[in-house]
């Protein structure tokens, strides 16, 4: 089963995979601006046309059920919450806006700030001015996987993923939490991710106490529950691909 309906128009569908939390519009129309708009326009339809005679299905990334499992176990007392790895997601404005201090960390410049949201650019594995002990919560999506495989220009490091897990840790206040989601399925390393097993969560993060687990039928089925046993054995159609991730598990670690 695929998330669009069969009958969809192609326009309908595209509709939806704009941003629309945020838009970027210009102080001033120029005539350049004005015909690249224009332009813009025709080029799109130009793909619309070319993707009808191709024919065409939706990927639906793990993303749609990662946002919702955080927000679903956030606390009022998750007062300090750390994003690490945020830089390509707008998760950070949502949790801030609901009243929470939220400071993302991450290699790259973080591009929003706000009264309760800052932006921090520093190494994980490097220097940098985070005190331990010092977040209720913190947090990190999609991203632990990619540690130490050096795919966006971080050091290559043998169990990248269980040494960033460990620092990580160390910033969790007593009575806090580590709140991680990783792509799950047959424990092995493709295109500079990781995907991971029941052992595999085990052996990286500490005191788990909850963990959830997701998956979708094939790379353009419907995400759902599922469970560890369904997804220890689970290789992704086109692990290479765009949006590959065919599995995901969600992870909570309490601080005694």
Not at 83 to 98: H, K, N, R, V, W
Not at 124 to 146: C, M, Q, R
């Amino acid at each position: 089963m695929n998330y669009c309906d069969t009958d969809a128009d192609l326009n309908d569908v595209e509709s939806h995979l704009r941003n629309k939390s945020m838009g970027l519009y210009p102080v001033q129309w120029s005539p350049m601006l004005r015909s690249i708009e224009r332009l813009s326009g025709m080029v799109t339809n130009l793909r619309r046309r070319a993707l009808r005679k191709a024919g065409w299905k939706a990927v639906v990334s793990e993303q749609i059920v990662e946002g919702a499992l955080v927000l679903r176990h956030l606390r009022p007392g998750d007062l300090q919450v750390l994003d690490f790895g945020g830089y390509e997601s707008l998760l950070p404005l949502t949790i801030s806006a609901l009243g929470h201090d939220v400071t993302v960390l991450d290699q790259r410049v973080y591009p929003f700030k706000g009264p309760r949201l800052r932006g921090l650019t520093a190494d994980l594995f490097g220097e940098h001015p985070l005190a331990p002990k010092s977040y209720d919560l913190v947090l990190s999506v999609s991203t632990i996987e990619h540690l130490g495989l050096g795919r966006y220009k971080d050091a290559q490091l043998q169990e990248g993923d269980k040494l960033g897990v460990e620092r990580l840790w160390q910033l969790v206040r007593p009575g806090g939490r580590l709140m991680a989601t990783v792509p799950a399925g047959r424990p092995r390393v493709q295109r500079g991710y990781r995907t991971y097993d029941e052992a595999r969560l085990r052996d990286v993060f500490p005191q788990m106490t909850t963990t959830s687990w997701f998956s979708k039928d094939g790379r353009f089925g419907t995400w759902s529950p599922s469970s560890a046993d369904a997804v220890a054995e689970l290789a992704y159609r086109e692990p290479e691909g765009h949006l590959p991730v065919e599995a995901v598990a969600f992870v909570i670690c309490e601080k005694p």
